[in-house]
C-alpha cells in the first residue's frame, strides 16, 4: 500500500466498492485476505458519490477517519505522528485539517503549531478540502442531521458540509501543521456536467442553500453568536457567485470567458459607486 500506511499500528483501511461492473472488488478481495487491517465492502447497487461518501462514515469503526478526496496520495509520515498528536490534545476534535488561510494565501500544512480553526478563515481555503480528518462518531451523527443534504446529487463536496456545520456550532477543530494527504494525478472526475456552466449554478445553489439551511437552525435553537458568523459565511459565499460562474463559462465556453469577465468588473464597479453614492 503507498507510503507503507496499512502497516502503521492502529490505522485501518476501509475500501468500498460501488458495485464496479470489473474485476475490482475480486482484486481487493485478495489484497485484503493478506492484510488484517484493511477491509473491502461492496456496495449490492450503485450508490453514487454521495451515497458512498456517507456509506464509508456510517462503516468506519476507527476514532478518526481520513477523507482522501479525488485520486490524492496519503503520506505515510503524516499519518504516523496523528495518533500521539490527537492524544496530546486537550479535548477531542470534530476536525482536524492542514489547511488554512494566511492572508490572501491558502497554507497546506506549512506551519509549526497545531492551533484552533476559526469558521471565518477555514470556510475559504479549499472547495474540497483533501485530507481532511473527521471524527467519526460526530460525522456520524452529522450524517443523522443533514443527511438528505449530503445526499443531494449537485452537491460535489459533502466533506465541506459537515466541516461548515461542525465549525458552525462551534465544535473543536483543529489545524495540521503538516500534511496527510498530498496532490496526486488530478485526474478526470467522469461526473457528468461537473465543470460545466449549469453544473456550477446547480453547485453554488446548493451550497448556498445549506449554508443558510445551517444558519436558520441555529437560529432557532437561539444561538445568535454562531448564527451571526454562520451568516457572514453565507453573505461571503454569495460574493463568489461571479467566481463560481466564471469557471464553469471557462470550462465549457472559453471564448466567452473574456467577455464575461469584463462584465463582472464593470458591474463591481457600478455597486462600489452606487454604496459610495449611498
Request: hydrophobic share 40%; glycine share 6%; net charge negative.
Given at each position: 500500500m503507498a507510503d507503507g500506511v496499512n502497516l502503521i499500528p492502529g490505522v485501518d483501511i476501509l475500501v468500498i466498492?460501488?458495485?464496479?461492473?470489473?474485476?475490482?472488488?475480486?482484486?481487493?478481495q485478495t489484497i485484503s485476505e493478506k492484510h488484517a487491517n484493511i477491509r473491502v465492502i461492496r456496495n449490492e447497487t450503485r450508490l453514487g458519490f454521495q451515497g458512498n461518501f456517507v456509506n464509508v462514515i456510517r462503516n468506519c469503526r476507527s476514532d478518526y477517519l481520513v477523507i482522501s478526496a479525488d485520486d490524492d496520495f496519503l503520506v505515510g509520515d503524516g499519518i504516523r505522528r496523528l495518533p500521539d498528536t490527537i492524544a496530546a490534545l486537550p479535548e477531542s476534535p470534530a476536525l482536524i485539517s492542514s489547511l488554512f488561510r494566511d492572508g490572501d494565501t491558502v497554507v497546506r500544512g506549512q506551519s509549526d503549531n497545531s492551533r484552533a480553526v476559526r469558521l471565518e478563515e477555514f470556510r475559504n481555503c479549499c472547495s474540497h478540502l483533501p485530507g481532511v480528518i473527521l471524527n467519526t462518531r460526530q460525522a456520524q451523527q452529522g450524517c443523522e442531521i443533514i443527511g438528505s443534504m449530503l445526499l443531494d446529487p449537485d452537491n460535489y463536496y459533502p466533506q465541506c458540509?459537515?466541516?461548515?456545520l461542525f465549525l458552525s456550532?462551534?465544535?473543536?477543530?483543529?489545524?495540521?501543521?503538516w500534511e496527510v494527504v498530498a496532490t496526486g494525478w488530478n485526474l478526470q472526475s467522469g461526473?457528468?456536467?461537473?465543470?460545466?456552466?449549469?453544473?456550477?449554478?446547480?453547485?453554488?445553489?446548493?451550497?448556498?442553500?445549506?449554508?443558510?439551511?445551517?444558519?436558520?437552525?441555529?437560529?432557532?435553537?437561539?444561538?445568535?453568536?454562531?448564527?451571526?458568523?454562520?451568516?457572514?459565511?453565507?453573505?461571503?459565499?454569495k460574493c463568489y457567485l461571479f467566481k463560481i460562474i466564471g469557471t464553469g463559462i471557462q470550462n465549457e465556453?472559453?471564448?466567452?470567458?473574456?467577455?464575461?469577465?469584463?462584465?463582472?468588473?464593470?458591474?463591481?464597479?457600478?455597486?462600489?459607486?452606487?454604496?459610495a453614492r449611498e
Open positions: 466498492d460501488d458495485s464496479s461492473p470489473d474485476d475490482t472488488y475480486a482484486r481487493l458540509c459537515l466541516s461548515f456550532y462551534g465544535l473543536p477543530c483543529v489545524y495540521l501543521p461526473i457528468s456536467r461537473y465543470s460545466t456552466l449549469e453544473g456550477r449554478w446547480k453547485q453554488y445553489q446548493f451550497f448556498v442553500g445549506f449554508m443558510a439551511a445551517v444558519a436558520a437552525a441555529l437560529k432557532a435553537e437561539g444561538r445568535s453568536e454562531e448564527f451571526d458568523l454562520a451568516m457572514k459565511q453565507l453573505e461571503i459565499e465556453r472559453p471564448e466567452f470567458s473574456p467577455y464575461f469577465a469584463a462584465g463582472a468588473m464593470e458591474y463591481a464597479e457600478f455597486v462600489k459607486e452606487s454604496q
